[in-house]
């Protein structure tokens, strides 16, 4: 069965960091590109970042460019987000997903893991 | 890149047809034939239900299809069950590796 599982939410001042983690199962992880997808408490999905399967190509939306870093171990089928100088508009819940590497969609999804940017 | 605009909720009784629609722009919902769309219930993970406008993941009903026409793409659940409430998301591909979500749609099985 194919799994996907988030870890390493939790509640961080404004200007801190945190890493999340995103643990794959039941599929051959390095042949898929990977994708982080964030949700605002109450509010809509939002595309975050997306790696190719060798780490080869790596994209972010505008909002998080420069503060969040996309990552991949492909012996460990873990995929990171690296958080920096979090604001509280990053406070949400996190999914990572996966993408083949040759189509536009996101299947399927881990169940999220949330991050509370507060003082 | 701005949000694609979806209505905010929809509703239907049991057994009906509902539809939800997702408007973008040339540079995304017009411009390729990516659009998707992910079926969540409360507190749950989205589910894929639509990729590439129309097709079908497996295991997905035939009761969800979708459509696009110019910069705006439809989901429409036919013979509406209980269990299809939930919130709908629309996404497309926008060029240059990003990809923009609608607002989400609530829908109700009155």
């Known amino acids: 069965e194919v799994q996907l599982v988030e870890s390493g939410g939790g509640l961080v001042k404004p200007g801190g960091s945190l890493r999340l983690s995103c643990a794959a199962s039941g599929f051959t992880f390095s042949t898929y590109s990977m994708t982080w997808v964030r949700q605002a408490p109450g509010k809509g999905l939002e595309w975050v970042s997306s790696i190719s399967s060798d780490s080869t190509y790596i994209y972010y939306a505008h909002s998080v460019k420069g503060r969040f870093t996309v990552s991949r171990d492909n012996a460990k089928n873990s995929l990171y987000l690296q958080m920096n100088s979090l604001r509280a508009e990053d406070t949400a819940v996190y999914y990572c997903a996966r993408k083949y590497i040759s189509n536009y969609w996101f299947d399927p999804w881990g169940q999220g893991t949330l991050v509370t940017v507060s003082s | 890149q701005s949000a694609l605009t979806q209505p905010r909720s929809v509703s239907g009784s049991p057994g009906q047809s509902v539809t939800v629609s997702c408007t973008g722009t040339s540079s995304d919902v017009g411009g390729y034939n990516y659009v998707s769309w992910y079926q969540q219930h409360p507190g749950k993970a989205p589910k894929l239900m639509i990729y590439?406008?129309?097709k079908r993941p497996s295991g997905v009903p035939d009761r969800f299809s979708g459509s696009k026409s110019g910069n705006t793409a439809s989901l429409t659940i036919s013979g509406l069950q209980a269990e299809d409430e939930a919130d709908y998301y629309c996404?497309?591909?926008?060029?240059?590796?990003?990809?923009?979500f609608g607002g989400g749609t609530k829908l109700t099985a009155l």
């Open positions: 996404c497309s591909y926008a060029g240059s590796n990003i990809w923009v």
């Open positions: 590439d406008v129309s």
